[in-house]
């Protein structure tokens, strides 16, 4: 019998070594550059580049890795074929968008010629592939629930400014596209968070990578991950339609007090590792509050409930926003469908997914630990 002393839910446990990101209580950093400087000065596209290959791309790399995903824009009309039904499963029967893309992902896998291939080269083949469609499967799906035709992928779009058009049929304002191409940046890589670890346990059986991505997706969509953004979302709209749109600090109070009673967890707040706060939580704040103010009054109040609602877990609680409470407010206050939130977290996270995966099969061990074992003692079935 196993008798040895656990970590429940790991907390605490160093399961491997990575070359890619370091998550502290004081930094976050992506292969050795800090998250603050990454958000100010530093594309998607370029973050995506130095987390794929490795280190920051030349002018010449990062115009080759922007033509390449430019050019694996457009989906396999297999994929297009499902998502015509998309609209139907998420609108009439029980899909929601993470699912949609989940099942897209795993058929884009049956026509990617590398699939089985889990060398070094097909492997980046195939994440610059996923990396260049997702963003195409999402607006697609969201035209289909829409009701819309599909819009295509315009090559004169960065990775950030094409998500959106996709998804509205409209060109982003570069302020909008600003602020989504940080949220991609501030979203792109965790280290060994529960999406990356599954990913990294599906690769290290030699597992492929649209399996281990497929596998990623069912792990972020859970609210205690990355579904988390929608969820805070819509905690956000439930106090509003319980106390009104005034943000009297009253009634918020009591509505936290009672959230508090009912020992509810409040969603967008707490974090495994950072106990004092996420660090990508007041940049995406910050961006997000100015796109508010440009929005008007209705986005501007919003935020006034946001902050009351931190401020007094904060003050009561001790518990901090991690990135996904801004990123709820945020999404919303650029018009983007609640449901599309944790897709959009994807488009970014494949990165990092991606380069764990290659990580992995480059030296790989299987990851298979053991468990306490609590259950009956030894007993006789004819007993
Ligand atoms: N609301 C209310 N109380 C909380 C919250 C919260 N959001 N988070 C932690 N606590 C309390 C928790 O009840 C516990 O209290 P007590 O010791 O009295 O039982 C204490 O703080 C420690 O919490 P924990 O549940 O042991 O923390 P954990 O490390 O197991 O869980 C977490 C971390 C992120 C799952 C949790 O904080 C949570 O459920 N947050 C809400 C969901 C969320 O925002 N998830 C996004 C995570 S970060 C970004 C991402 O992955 O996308």
Redesign the pocket.
């Known amino acids: 019998m196993t008798t040895a002393t656990h970590a429940k839910?790991l907390?605490g446990v160093i399961a491997g070594e990575t070359e890619i990101c370091n998550v502290e209580q004081t930094s976050l950093v992506y292969r050795g550059y800090e998250i603050a400087d990454l958000a100010a000065n530093a594309s998607f596209e370029e973050v995506a580049f130095l987390l794929l290959v490795g280190h920051k791309p030349s002018s010449d790399e990062l115009g080759a890795f922007k033509a390449e995903l430019i050019a694996e824009r457009a989906l396999p009309s297999a994929v297009v074929e499902f998502l015509k039904t998309s609209g139907n499963l998420v609108n009439n029967e029980y899909a929601v968008p993470m699912d949609i893309l989940r099942t897209a992902v795993s058929i884009l896998s049956h026509l990617d010629a590398d699939c089985q291939d889990n060398a070094g080269d097909a492997n980046l083949r195939k994440s610059k592939r996923l990396l260049a469609q997702i963003p195409t499967v999402i607006g697609h799906m969201q035209n289909s629930i829409e009701g819309k035709d599909f819009i295509a992928p315009n090559a004169n779009l960065s990775h950030s400014a094409n998500l959106l058009y996709m998804m509205t049929g409209s060109e982003p304002t570069p302020e909008a596209e600003k602020v989504m191409d940080v949220s991609l940046v501030l979203y792109a890589e965790h280290d060994y968070?529960a999406s990356t670890f599954t990913a990294r346990v599906i690769s290290g059986t030699l597992g492929d990578l649209h399996g281990a991505v497929t596998g990623a997706i069912a792990a972020l969509k859970g609210?205690?991950?990355?579904g988390?953004n929608e969820a805070a979302m819509e905690m956000l709209a439930d106090i509003r339609n319980d106390i009104g749109s005034d943000n009297d600090l009253g009634k918020v109070t009591d509505w936290m007090h009672q959230a508090f009673a009912d020992k509810r967890?409040?969603?967008?707040?707490?974090?495994?590792v950072y106990k004092n706060g996420d660090h990508r939580a007041p940049i995406l704040h910050g961006l997000g509050r100015k796109a508010a103010q440009a929005r008007g009054e209705d986005f501007i109040k919003l935020f006034e409930l946001g902050e009351m609602v931190q401020k007094i877990m904060e003050d009561e609680?001790k518990?901090y926003p991690?990135?996904?409470f801004p990123c709820g407010m945020t999404y919303f206050t650029m018009g983007i469908p609640v449901p599309q939130y944790t897709p959009i977290f994807v488009a970014s996270r494949i990165t990092g997914w991606a380069a764990h995966i290659m990580e992995q099969h480059a030296n790989n061990r299987l990851i298979r630990p053991r468990v306490a074992y609590i259950g009956p003692a030894p007993r006789n079935w004819n007993d």
């Open positions: 839910g907390e968070n609210k205690l991950h990355g988390a967890k409040l969603m967008g707040f707490g974090h495994r609680k518990i991690n990135v996904d």
